[in-house]
């Protein structure tokens, strides 16, 4: 009888286990929902003030690196709603001369990012805010696809 006690404790406990992993997505999806209701401009005070508290900003850096942040948001939003227009038609994948043209563009842009940040901060600064870059994980992708279409 106490083996079976603790046996139906045991697999309980697994189960909560499982149950917490699912909402750690949910969340994740529910702040993507919440960041398409926000404007550009909301999204660049965001951020600039994350980076702000996190590198120790003067309001004159705070200042550039806002305007930085809605240029790049901006750009995203048109982005975004140029994608939305052409849902509705039949998606084709692009050729090889369209898709290295959006990588050069996308680079472009980073490129371009990183000049500005690297004039707005001074030299530490920059090296804290090349740290905090999101890490790229390795084999994420595959797995990542692989969950998401099991929750659907």
Same mark, same amino acid.
């Given at each position: 009888m106490k083996?079976?006690?603790?046996?139906?404790i045991?697999l309980?406990?697994?189960n909560?286990f499982?149950?917490r992993e699912?909402r750690?997505g949910m969340?994740?999806?529910n702040?993507s929902?919440?960041?398409?209701?926000?404007?550009?401009?909301?999204i660049?005070?965001l951020?600039?003030?994350?980076?702000?508290?996190?590198?120790?900003?003067?309001d004159?850096?705070?200042?550039?690196?806002?305007a930085?942040?809605?240029?790049?948001?901006?750009?995203?939003?048109?982005?975004?709603?140029e !994608? #939305?227009a +052409?849902?509705g038609e039949?998606? $084709?994948?692009p050729?090889t001369e %369209?898709?290295? =043209?959006?990588?050069n563009e996308?680079?472009?842009?980073?490129?371009q990012?990183k !000049? #500005?940040? +690297?004039?707005?901060l001074t030299? $530490?600064?920059?090296a804290e805010? %090349?740290?905090? =870059?999101?890490?790229?994980h390795?084999k994420g992708?595959?797995?990542?696809?692989?969950?998401n279409k099991?929750?659907?």
């Amino acid at each position: 009888m106490k083996k079976l006690v603790m046996i139906a404790i045991a697999l309980v406990t697994l189960n909560g286990f499982a149950q917490r992993e699912g909402r750690k997505g949910m969340d994740q999806e529910n702040r993507s929902e919440l960041r398409k209701d926000m404007s550009p401009e909301d999204i660049a005070d965001l951020k600039s003030k994350k980076l702000t508290l996190k590198l120790d900003l003067t309001d004159k850096q705070q200042k550039e690196v806002k305007a930085v942040f809605l240029e790049q948001a901006k750009d995203r939003e048109k982005h975004r709603n140029e !994608r #939305k227009a +052409k849902d509705g038609e039949q998606k $084709e994948k692009p050729t090889t001369e %369209e898709f290295v =043209k959006m990588q050069n563009e996308r680079l472009d842009k980073q490129i371009q990012m990183k !000049r #500005k940040m +690297k004039s707005i901060l001074t030299a $530490e600064q920059y090296a804290e805010f %090349e740290k905090m =870059k999101p890490k790229k994980h390795k084999k994420g992708g595959k797995e990542r696809r692989k969950g998401n279409k099991d929750e659907k």
